[in-house]
Each structure stands twice: as structure tokens, then as C-alpha cells.
């Protein structure tokens, strides 16, 4: 900064505009605190919005109807080859979803008096932020929010710099519907992306290097989503390492731990993100990130500088825009000096695959490694009736209660609308239900979240 630059002074300075950074600014304003967030681009939303979860699921959404129309010839209807135009397609997730969705949020943060300031923030001390950018100026703080998120790692010791080796924001973007595609990973971004171009038309390709897909997720739940995937890809390939990537005229030679080698016009890097904490001037503060970049913070969200917050992936696992929602949240309520903090027993997670996979809470392995005494109940779908009416008999639905007080501890459940239905999974275990309470809790029928009810019932006959 220069003698002349323009400096302001706020309550709040949020450094990021994700879910975490913008749910922060939100709710300062609300409780009465002058509030700007930095943002690099100049937007709310963060990664989420443009380059994640909302347009994902968008795509996922088109994979699902073209899965549909695949099963519903199983009952009769055909309706023919579907035709995709990718023109059509991307401007209808960055028009019609992404896009309404961003001028949502910019008119909420008017009306609260919220600025979003564009430029890149960094620290110039625990009072002071520094926005770089094309009208550069100084930003006084009494509080500030580290929102920066987290963006894709790369893989390591693979250094091919070619637009055909796609990070997940390339491959949200739809380049091109690449006739043979490599995924590298099999969590949940593998996944995810990965059949969104299997429904599409590539002929994809999976490699993993653990012994299965979703790793650390419970085993009951993955295996319907790993027989799904056996028929939707060309082939999975576990306990598999990419040993190197090379160029073969137009296309991408990949060559395997074990010495295999596969040709393929693009190849996905799905192995994780990363927290962005580097280059903040965070050195400047008392906030020091760990090893691999993650702001430790308490269970109000505050760091090791009694001034700075943080919320979001930059915080560490898991890294979920609801979680990043709830703690911004938090972060607000305990600036504005209110009682709060993050206290939740249980953070659902969701993988909207085909068939969708969530859970939350205490799994069944964790139970055992622990030496926890619980007990288990699994209720197939395929003795549900509204499962049968939908043509998919494939979901289970999975309650770890404890042996003593029947107390609902975990939920697990695969099968389509699993992320809707792990809401009643998350409250049971948040408010500390039993399974009495969930059997004795009339669901409505058909539906499939009467299976929640006839899981319970199963823990209620004697053992």
C-alpha cells in the first residue's frame, strides 16, 4: 500500500464468499455488524456454486434422468437414443442453475448490506487486510473470517500439463463427451464425475488405489453403489497406483503400478482437495495452518489469534458446504459476543451417485474398533413397497443403536433419495432418539422413508 490508498474500517472482514464465508457475512449483518467479504473473483458462492457441488449435481441430474430412461424399458417405455447437445446442456447449468442460483445470493447480500469486495486478501497484521486486485485497498478490521476453501489436489509425482488431464473443475466445464476416459480415484469426486460421463457416453475407466471404492465408508453401503459402477463403467481397477502419464499423439498413455498401460482421451484427477491457506499473509497473525494447510480452530470457530475466525474446508475434514454453513454461522453469533458454538453430534454425509450413499454418526466398524456394544439393523429395500414401484430394489438402509439404551447412534442408508432421507438419520441422532421412538413414529406409506422405521422395529424383537 501507498500514502493515498483508500483504507476503510469495518466490524468484520470475511476473507472468501463460499458457503462458509458468505453464511458468515449473512448473519454478522443481521445481528447488526458492518460486514464486507473478500473475494478474488468477486462473487459469492466459492466452489460450491461454480465449480462443485451445485453444478455437479446439475450434471448428476441429467445422468439420472438418462439412467431412467435406460430402466424404463425394463417396464415398457422406450424412448428411443437419447441425443445430447453439449451447448444446450452447459448453458443450462451455468444459466438456469448456476447462474440463478449466484444472482440469488448477490441480492441477498444487498439486501443485508453486505459488499462484496473483489481482490485477493491478505493479512497485513491481525488488524489489517490488504485486497489486491484492480482497485487495490486497505481493510481495517475488528474481526476477521478465514473462508478461503479448499481446491483439488494434484496427484503426486504427475506432472502432465495438458487441458486433457482434467482436475474436477475442468471436467464440470464439459469440454468435449471424450469416447475413453480414465478416472484416478475413487471417492467420491471419482464417482460422482465418473458416471456423470459413463451417462454421457465415455467408456470410462476407474482406478483406486485402496481395496475398494468410498474408502472409510461402511462396506454394507458401498457394495450396491460398486455393482452399479461394475455395469455403468468399463472397468474398475482397485489397489491401483498411476505410475506415470505421457503423451501419445492425440491421446494420454497411462501406465500402472504393476506395469499395465491403457490409452485414453482424458484422464481425471479425483484424489481430494486441499485447504487453501497458503499466501494469505496468515505468518502475519497468530494463525499458523499445519502440515498440509489446515487452520485449527475451537468450537466457536475461533484460531489461535483471538481476532481471526475461520470456517469451511480451510478448517480441515469434513469438507462440506453444510458444515462450512453451520460454522460460519457460529462464527457469527460468537463475534456479535452471543452464546454459541459448534456443537453438533453429527455431520451427514451424502455421495449422489446412482444410488445415492449416506450416513451419519457411528458406524458399525467403528463400533467394533472402539469395542462399543451395539446393535446393528439392516432393512432391505427390496421389501419395500415404494422401492418396488421405482424398479429399484438395490437400497438398504442401516441403524447402528446402542445395545444398552436402544439410543440411535449411526444412520447409513444407499438407494435413490438416500441424501434426502439422511435428515431423519441426522435428527434421530442429534436429538438422541432411541429406536423405539423411530418405530413408534408413523411414516407415511408407501414411501421409502418408512424403511428408517421398519430398520428401528427389527432392533425392537428380541436379540
Known amino acids: 500500500m501507498v500514502m493515498g490508498d483508500l483504507v476503510r474500517e469495518v466490524d468484520v472482514a470475511v476473507v472468501g464468499g463460499g458457503p462458509g464465508g458468505y453464511s458468515a457475512a449473512f448473519r454478522c449483518a443481521e445481528l447488526g455488524l458492518e460486514t464486507v467479504v473478500v473475494d478474488a473473483s468477486h462473487r459469492l458462492g466459492g466452489a460450491c456454486l461454480w465449480e462443485g457441488c451445485i453444478p455437479s449435481k446439475a450434471l448428476l441430474h441429467v445422468a439420472a434422468v438418462l439412467g431412467e430412461v435406460e430402466r424404463a424399458k425394463d417396464f415398457g417405455v422406450d424412448f428411443g437414443e437419447p441425443r445430447i447437445a453439449l451447448d444446450a446442456l452447459r448453458k443450462w447449468k451455468a444459466e438456469r442453475v448456476v447462474g440463478k442460483l449466484a444472482r440469488g445470493l448477490a441480492a441477498v447480500a444487498k439486501s443485508k448490506g453486505v459488499e462484496?469486495?473483489?481482490?485477493?486478501?491478505?493479512?497485513?497484521?491481525?488488524?489489517?487486510?490488504?485486497?489486491?486486485?484492480?482497485?487495490?485497498?486497505?481493510?481495517?478490521?475488528?474481526?476477521?473470517?478465514?473462508?478461503?476453501?479448499?481446491?483439488?489436489a494434484p496427484l503426486p509425482g504427475l506432472a502432465l500439463a495438458r487441458d486433457r488431464v482434467m482436475d474436477s473443475t475442468a471436467a464440470l466445464e464439459l469440454p468435449d463427451v471424450p469416447e475413453r476416459l480414465l478416472v484416478v480415484g475413487g471417492g467420491y469426486i471419482g464417482l460422482e464425475l465418473g458416471q456423470v460421463y459413463a451417462a454421457l457416453g465415455s467408456k470410462v475407466t476407474l482406478v483406486e488405489m485402496t481395496d475398494g471404492l468410498l474408502p472409510g465408508v461402511d462396506r454394507d453401503l458401498v457394495q450396491p453403489l460398486t455393482?452399479?459402477?461394475?455395469?455403468?463403467?468399463?472397468?474398475?481397477?482397485?489397489?491401483?497406483?498411476?505410475?506415470?502419464?505421457?503423451?501419445?499423439?492425440?491421446?494420454?498413455?497411462?501406465?500402472?503400478?504393476?506395469?499395465?498401460?491403457?490409452?485414453?482421451?482424458?484422464?481425471?484427477?479425483?484424489?481430494?482437495?486441499?485447504?487453501?491457506?497458503?499466501?494469505?499473509?496468515?505468518?502475519?497473525?497468530?494463525?499458523?495452518?499445519?502440515?498440509?494447510?489446515?487452520?485449527?480452530?475451537?468450537?466457536?470457530?475461533?484460531?489461535?489469534?483471538?481476532?481471526?475466525?475461520?470456517?469451511?474446508?480451510?478448517?480441515?475434514?469434513?469438507?462440506?458446504?453444510?458444515?462450512?454453513?453451520?460454522?460460519?454461522?457460529?462464527?457469527?453469533?460468537?463475534?456479535?459476543?452471543?452464546?454459541?458454538?459448534?456443537?453438533?453430534?453429527?455431520?451427514?454425509?451424502?455421495?449422489?451417485?446412482?444410488?445415492?450413499?449416506?450416513?451419519?454418526?457411528?458406524?458399525?466398524?467403528?463400533?467394533?474398533?472402539?469395542?462399543?456394544?451395539?446393535?446393528?439393523?439392516?432393512?432391505?429395500?427390496?421389501?419395500?413397497?415404494?422401492?418396488?414401484?421405482?424398479?429399484?430394489?438395490?437400497?438398504?438402509?442401516?441403524?447402528v443403536a446402542d445395545a444398552?439404551?436402544?439410543?440411535?447412534?449411526?444412520?447409513?442408508?444407499?438407494?435413490?433419495?438416500?441424501?434426502?432421507?439422511?435428515?431423519?438419520?441426522?435428527?434421530?441422532?442429534?436429538t438422541a432418539l432411541t429406536a423405539e421412538d423411530l418405530a413408534a413414529t408413523i411414516h407415511t406409506h408407501p414411501t421409502l422413508s418408512e424403511t428408517l422405521m421398519e430398520a428401528a422395529e427389527t432392533l425392537l424383537r428380541p436379540a
Open 116 to 152: 462484496v469486495v473483489g481482490g485477493r486478501g491478505v493479512f497485513e497484521d491481525s488488524r489489517a487486510l490488504r485486497v489486491e486486485g484492480d482497485a487495490p485497498q486497505k481493510i481495517r478490521f475488528t474481526h476477521a473470517v478465514v473462508a478461503t476453501g479448499s481446491a483439488p
Open 227 to 399: 455393482r452399479r459402477c461394475e455395469k455403468l463403467f468399463v472397468k474398475i481397477r482397485l489397489d491401483t497406483t498411476v505410475a506415470s502419464l505421457s503423451e501419445r499423439g492425440s491421446q494420454i498413455e497411462a501406465r500402472f503400478g504393476d506395469g499395465d498401460t491403457i490409452a485414453v482421451d482424458r484422464v481425471l484427477v479425483a484424489v481430494g482437495r486441499r485447504p487453501v491457506s497458503a499466501d494469505l499473509g496468515l505468518e502475519t497473525t497468530r494463525v499458523r495452518p499445519d502440515a498440509r494447510g489446515v487452520v485449527a480452530v475451537d468450537e466457536q470457530c475461533r484460531t489461535a489469534d483471538p481476532r481471526i475466525w475461520a470456517v469451511g474446508d480451510v478448517t480441515g475434514e469434513p469438507m462440506l458446504a453444510h458444515r462450512a454453513m453451520r460454522q460460519g454461522k457460529v462464527a457469527a453469533e460468537a463475534i456479535a459476543g452471543r452464546p454459541a458454538a459448534l456443537d453438533n453430534v453429527v455431520v451427514p454425509a451424502v455421495v449422489f451417485t446412482d444410488p445415492e450413499v449416506a450416513w451419519c454418526g457411528l458406524t458399525e466398524a467403528r463400533a467394533q474398533r472402539e469395542g462399543r456394544r451395539v446393535r446393528i439393523a439392516k432393512f432391505q429395500w427390496a421389501a419395500s413397497g415404494r422401492a418396488a414401484t421405482l424398479g429399484r430394489a438395490d437400497g438398504v438402509t442401516k441403524l
Open 404 to 430: 444398552d439404551t436402544g439410543r440411535v447412534l449411526g444412520v447409513g442408508i444407499v438407494g435413490p433419495g438416500a441424501g434426502e432421507l439422511i435428515a431423519e438419520g441426522a435428527l434421530a441422532v442429534e
